[in-house]
C-alpha cells in the first residue's frame, strides 16, 4: 500500500483493498522529481513530518519511509519482499497524473497487479461529464445537471481491522532521516 496525500487509515480505499488481499507493506515514498511549481512549500513539509509521525504511530503501524524515484523504489521494494500487487489513491495534480500512468505501465510490465482508487474526491473526474462527453466549466451546471444527477457519492469507509504488516524493508528511513523537515521561524 503506497501512502500518498491520503495518510489516514479511514475512508482509505486503498489501504482497505490491501488489507483485503492479506499482508501487506506500508509505505510513503518522498519524490518530488517532476513536481516543479506543485513542490511543497514549508509549511506543508511541517504538516507532512507530523502526518507521517501520527500514522507511525498508530496502533497499525509499521510505515516504511523511503525517499527518491518512486518506480525505482516500488519495483525494488516488490522485488525484494514478493509482493504480488501494488494499491494507491489517485492524486490530480498533473505532474502526479503523468507519472502514475508510467508506473502503472512498468509496475504492470513487471507482473503486479495495480489498482488506484479514488480516495480525495467525491466523484472521479470522468464521474460527472456533459452529454457531450466535456467536463463541466461552470458550477452551477455541474452542480445541477452534473452531481444531481449521478449516483451518490461512496459512503465513508471504516479502518481496515488490524491490517496484517508484512516484514520491513532494510533500505526504509527513520522519519528523521527523511531530509524534509522545514526550519520554520515562527
Same mark, same amino acid.
Given at each position: 500500500?503506497?501512502?500518498?496525500?491520503? %495518510?489516514?487509515?479511514?475512508?482509505?480505499?486503498?489501504?482497505?483493498?490491501?488489507?483485503?488481499?492479506?499482508?501487506?507493506?506500508?509505505?510513503?515514498?518522498?519524490?518530488?522529481?517532476?513536481?516543479?511549481?506543485?513542490?511543497?512549500?514549508?509549511? @506543508?513539509?511541517? +504538516? %507532512?513530518?507530523?502526518?507521517?509521525?501520527?500514522?507511525?504511530? @498508530?496502533?497499525?503501524?509499521?510505515?516504511?519511509?523511503?525517499?527518491?524515484?518512486?518506480?525505482?523504489?516500488?519495483?525494488?521494494?516488490?522485488?525484494?519482499?514478493?509482493?504480488?500487487?501494488?494499491? +494507491?489513491?489517485?492524486?490530480?495534480?498533473?505532474?502526479?497524473?503523468?507519472?502514475?500512468?508510467?508506473?502503472?505501465?512498468?509496475?504492470?510490465?513487471?507482473?503486479?497487479?495495480?489498482?488506484?482508487?479514488?480516495?480525495?474526491?467525491?466523484?472521479?473526474?470522468?464521474?460527472?461529464?456533459?452529454?457531450?462527453?466535456?467536463?463541466?466549466?461552470?458550477?452551477?451546471?455541474?452542480?445541477?445537471?452534473?452531481?444531481? @444527477?449521478?449516483?451518490?457519492?461512496?459512503?465513508?469507509?471504516?479502518?481496515?481491522?488490524?491490517?496484517?504488516?508484512?516484514?520491513?524493508?532494510?533500505?526504509?528511513?527513520?522519519?528523521?532521516?527523511?531530509?524534509?523537515?522545514?526550519?520554520?521561524?515562527?
Amino acid at each position: 500500500m503506497w501512502f500518498r496525500q491520503d %495518510l489516514r487509515l479511514a475512508d482509505n480505499p486503498a489501504l482497505c483493498a490491501a488489507c483485503e488481499r492479506g499482508a501487506i507493506i506500508s509505505v510513503y515514498i518522498l519524490d518530488h522529481q517532476g513536481a516543479d511549481s506543485w513542490k511543497m512549500d514549508g509549511s @506543508s513539509r511541517w +504538516w %507532512l513530518h507530523h502526518a507521517l509521525e501520527d500514522l507511525n504511530d @498508530s496502533p497499525q503501524h509499521g510505515l516504511q519511509l523511503f525517499q527518491g524515484d518512486a518506480l525505482t523504489i516500488l519495483c525494488d521494494l516488490a522485488a525484494q519482499t514478493g509482493a504480488a500487487a501494488i494499491t +494507491w489513491n489517485r492524486c490530480y495534480e498533473p505532474w502526479r497524473i503523468a507519472r502514475d500512468a508510467i508506473l502503472k505501465t512498468a509496475l504492470k510490465g513487471d507482473g503486479l497487479e495495480v489498482q488506484s482508487f479514488n480516495g480525495s474526491l467525491l466523484w472521479a473526474p470522468w464521474q460527472v461529464l456533459k452529454k457531450d462527453g466535456a467536463p463541466y466549466k461552470v458550477f452551477t451546471p455541474y452542480y445541477r445537471r452534473g452531481c444531481l @444527477s449521478v449516483a451518490a457519492p461512496r459512503r465513508p469507509l471504516d479502518p481496515p481491522k488490524g491490517p496484517n504488516l508484512n516484514k520491513n524493508s532494510v533500505h526504509s528511513l527513520p522519519l528523521k532521516d527523511l531530509n524534509f523537515r522545514p526550519k520554520i521561524n515562527w
